[in-house]
């Protein structure tokens, strides 16, 4: 991936008519603790500064402020279809798809994995919110069969979360990945975890999700939100701080 101005964009295959970014922490106005650009509207921070925050992000990437789906995430697996109809509420969700130019899935981040998928054609993108609760509970496997194209048309982009040297985590994460697929067990370790407890490896894990549904070609990953306190905001590090956005888009 490459950073452009304040944001981060994949380097993939995607169409020329598809658009994703993850934004930075610079750019925005908020103050501390949320210092620069929050884009959470949940973290106590000033709602005009989010705004702002918003409104800034729409302009940089030329779409309207009520054109981004927001969603009320929850760490959970329920996928919601963006539209013309339902594209200025907030929606309790933690993934969308959408196959209308001009409309923008979004997804909020501070140490969770951010999912961007995009067929081959240039129909239809999405988006997940993927904590490890959602990633666990099959919020990938549930907007891919959202999407509803052959699995091998589709490409994801993961975005920055989490590194594998800073998500500690307890046994029964471990066992839960495990349960669903014996292989998860290569994306855990216990070097530098306290006694047991496990390192894990988000990006192994949803690669390998992705894989196993026939979503072959994955970019992205290798970042850690925790160890960059320059460009990302992370909850484990500070508790309370902003949050950053993942987006996926149509052109016409």
Known sequence: M?????????????????????????????????????????????????????????????????????LNQVHGTEVVELTANNVGQTVKADASYTRHPGIACAVLTADCLPVVLADSEGTVVGAAHCGWRSLCGGVIENLVGAMAVPPETLQAWLGPAIGPERFEVGPEVREAFIKHDPEAAQAFNDDGARPGHFMADIYALATLRLNHLGVSVVTGGGLCTVQDSDLFFSYRRDGQTGRMATLVWLTS
Request: aromatic share 4%.
């Open 2 to 70: 490459t950073i452009e101005g304040n944001a981060l964009k994949p380097d993939w295959s995607a169409p020329n008519r598809v658009r994703a970014i993850s934004t930075t922490r610079a750019g925005g106005v908020s103050g501390r603790p949320w210092n620069s650009l929050n884009l959470g509207s949940h973290v106590e921070d000033d709602p005009e500064h989010v705004q702002e925050n918003r409104r800034r992000l729409a302009e940089s990437i030329r779409l309207d402020c009520d054109r981004i789906g927001w």
